[in-house]
């Protein structure tokens, strides 16, 4: 078992954002956890990279606490992309090197250079290499991120809504890199979304979380008309499509009072 996260829970302040949250993880899979805003999925994780303190629980990484890990051990393991960064005047190739950081010992060597490289050629962006960061548009950037964590070499991926800024092509060209470098590298992968559809693409393992809490857990079978409707509060219908399962929100309309209210303010628009 590559990851077991047990009884987590955490909290801002008073407020309780993860409660007893628990799965597992083995390598080569890719987790989608799902969920409407505000349901703790960033803050999960953050307790799992170490950069939150859980208030309970624990977060094994192939047997072991991430809580006794010191930076340098668990950068070498566990590489997270959030989902937004500050774009500054380093170039792009710097940017991605970083992601050697926690392997130097004076500066980086010939093969941090090479696997830096490697990483810009497998997100695409090889002619954007002296560019700055300042330049890029949100998509490029994200994509540079993404660059970076996989010249880290970790064991595993945590990625907060990576398709986020990203086009159509974009996004299955980056879901497509993640799952094929977790079953290349034998590593796994934890990624954040709302785009259900993207999800039961490339998801191994859902876990599905509403309240700070996980509501369900599993294959691609947990993802149903009911749970939707539970947690998102929307009626939908999954149909099969050329082998892919797809979600389709029904539309309900409005409510019956918002109706009238926008009945109401129609003739003062028009006036």
């Known amino acids: 078992m590559l990851l077991q996260v047990v009884g987590l829970e955490f909290s801002y302040h008073a407020s309780p954002v993860l409660e007893g949250v628990s799965f597992e993880l083995n390598a080569g899979e890719l987790a989608v956890i799902l969920g409407p805003n505000g349901a703790g999925k960033s803050t999960l994780l953050r307790c799992l990279n170490g950069v939150l303190k859980p208030r309970r629980g624990a977060v094994l990484l192939e047997g072991a606490s991430v809580a006794t890990m010191g930076p340098r051990q668990l950068s070498r393991r566990v590489a997270y992309v959030p989902q937004a960064s500050q774009a500054n005047f380093m170039t792009v190739f710097d940017a991605v090197l970083l992601g050697r ?31 700055r960061l300042h330049e890029l548009s949100g998509g490029e950037l994200q994509k540079v ?127």
């Open 101 to 131: 950081r926690p392997y130097f010992e004076w500066g980086p060597a010939p093969r941090d250079f090479a696997l830096a490289e490697q990483a810009l050629h497998r997100v695409r962006l090889d002619n954007l290499a002296l560019r």
């Open 145 to 271: 991120n993404l660059a970076r964590a996989l010249a880290q070499e970790p064991r595993i991926l945590l990625l907060d809504e990576p398709t986020n800024n990203l086009d159509l092509k974009s996004q299955l060209e980056v879901m497509e890199l993640i799952h094929a470098f977790t079953r290349k590298k034998g590593t796994a992968a934890i990624v954040t979304m709302h785009d259900l559809n993207l999800g039961l693409r490339y998801g191994d393992r859902f876990l599905v979380m509403k309240d700070g809490a996980v509501w369900a857990k599993g294959g691609p079978e947990v993802i149903d008309v009911d749970l939707i409707r539970e947690v998102y509060g929307v009626e939908a219908v999954i149909e099969e499509v050329r082998g892919l399962r797809m979600v389709i929100p029904l539309n309900q309309g409005p409510a019956p009072l918002e109706t009238a209210l926008l009945d109401r303010s129609l003739p003062q628009l028009a006036g």
